[in-house]
């Protein structure tokens, strides 16, 4: 005879047990849905402060650039003030000690001299208008911290096995003596790439080709280094304003020889 109780007893317990079964699967897999929501919510998070802290607009605020300026009111009155925008400054020719600049603070931090931005922003604004998205990665720097630049490389160079002298003079043709830097002007901008809609290559191109029509000029090319006294730098763009920044470009000058031939 056969105990239907113990049966039905067996039965109820597998029932027990397969439905505690599904509860552990179905709490599991909502545990893992919470953890994917909150991995999701923190790579947004911290991709959007990213994306926000390279904004490629040298602007201080949000928007596709409505300050087009035209070539005149950006160069008006350059008969007089020619001389700020072709100073000469490299390891020869230091800062003059009553040089005066007037700051505009830019989206990411970074600042130029206000005299330059109208002309940066339409570069910028020009080059997105062709798929090409760059930033300003240093503008402007105090004494101090072209100082504390110059003694990092050199650190740097040292911990390569250089000596003092040799760490010092190594470091020279990559980083301006203090005093002896055109960032110390706030009209040479270090520009790079995005990240994230372009890469250098296409900024450092792009750069090339169109800067001097805003004024700007690749102020270390690779071909000038015994004259300029840097070595080769892609990124680093000195305002000349658009005529000086034109003829250079078509006869192939650096800012040293631009100007020894104006003399």
């Not at 970074?110 to 998205?133: E, H």
């Not at 096995?161 to 010092?168: E, I, M, P, R």
């Not at 990240?195 to 690779?222: A, C, D, M, T």
Request: hydrophobic residues 35%; proline residues 3%.
């Amino acid at each position: 005879m056969v105990n239907c109780n113990n049966n039905s007893s067996g039965y109820e317990r597998k029932r027990t047990l397969k439905q505690r079964s599904r509860k552990r699967k179905n709490h599991m897999i909502l545990r893992l849905i919470s953890v994917a929501a909150v991995i999701g919510l923190l790579w947004y998070c911290i991709n959007g402060l990213n994306l926000k802290e390279v904004s490629p607009e040298p602007i201080l605020s949000v928007g596709t650039g409505n300050s087009n300026v035209s070539s005149a009111s950006i160069e008006k009155n350059n008969n007089d003030e020619t001389s700020w925008c072709l100073i000469l400054v490299n390891r020869w020719n230091a800062i003059p000690e009553d040089y005066d600049i007037d700051l505009t603070e830019l989206s990411n931090g970074q600042a130029v001299d206000t005299r330059i931005y109208p002309a940066l922003q339409n570069m910028f604004d020009a080059a997105r208008a062709d798929g090409v998205y760059p930033v300003v990665a240093s503008g402007y720097r105090t004494a101090e911290k072209q100082q504390s630049l110059m003694e990092e490389k050199i650190a740097t160079y040292q911990a390569e096995g250089y000596t003092v002298s040799q760490a010092k003079a190594e470091a020279e043709t990559w980083v301006a003596i203090p005093g002896t830097s055109e960032h110390q002007l706030g009209i040479a901008v270090d520009i790079n790439a995005d990240g994230v809609k372009s890469n250098g290559s296409e900024v450092y191109k792009w750069l090339k080709q169109n800067g001097y029509r805003f004024g700007f000029i690749l102020r270390y090319p690779p071909s000038k280094t015994e004259i300029t006294g840097v070595s080769n730098e892609p990124w680093h763009y000195r305002y000349v304003g658009i005529e000086a920044a034109t003829e250079m470009n078509d006869q192939n000058l650096c800012l040293e020889e631009y100007l020894r031939e104006r003399d």
